[in-house]
């Protein structure tokens, strides 16, 4: 584990394979040590932050292309969100789209932080900026798009609603039947549909549905992952109602 001296250090160096380094070892950390104190966990977030932003600035000493700015940029808006500090991270997704044009990874992060900030209209209508230029390269490959559609859901979801939301899981389900869709991108497709007709009373539509997402989970990820157990919990509380 990267010590307090080696941090600071890092913290005045230009070497990016160094910084690199030095971030991946602290995130790796934080996976290791997840059962550590809450303020370990801060700690460690602080020095991921504080890191990635040093590279961003030696990234911009040394005028490196602006597709590796834009990687920068999001990664340290996902650091942000994840610290709570969620219109930092708006800060940032604006600058990497600023550089990039509307490149759809960056807009579902932005949609993402403005839903964090309860900004509904505007997580819609920055998703489905998003899914309008998924649905130019979908043929090849529709995972991307159908994902991009179960976060426009969870939008909708959050808003409250449920109707909307159901319809979008419904296509997104759809487009199976056209293409192919892997099936951990199904299983998130089906979890997020019972969830939603669990919250609107339709507990046999629910309980089918995360059968479904739970089934898939089991033979893609096994049954220690976090989202089988937490999609066999909800099962359970389904089946139960």
Known sequence: MIDTAQVKALLGSNDLDALQKGLDE???AESTFSQ?????????????????SRILAVQQQQELPSNELVITYRRLAILWMRSGETEKAVGQLQKAL????????????????HLNLSKYDLAIATQE??????ETTAASNADPLASAHV????????????????????????????????????AEIHGKLGIICEKI???????????????????????SYYKTQEIAYLLDMASSA
Do not use: C, N, W
């Open 26 to 28: 602290i995130a790796s």
């Open 36 to 52: 550590s104190s809450a303020s370990q966990q801060e700690q460690l977030l602080k020095l991921q932050i504080l890191l990635q």
């Open 98 to 113: 600023a550089l990039s044009g509307d490149d759809p990874e960056t807009l579902q992060l932005l949609a993402r932080a």
């Open 129 to 134: 900026k998003a899914i309008g230029i998924l």
């Open 151 to 186: 976060q426009l859901a969870t939008v909708y979801e959050a808003k409250g609603e449920f109707q909307q939301a159901t319809a979008l899981l419904q296509k997104a389900s759809a487009m199976a039947e056209d293409t192919i869709l892997s099936e951990l991108v199904q």
């Open 201 to 223: 009373g339709e507990e046999k539509q629910a309980v089918e549905s995360l059968t479904k997402a739970h089934d898939l989970y089991v033979k893609t990820k096994g049954e």
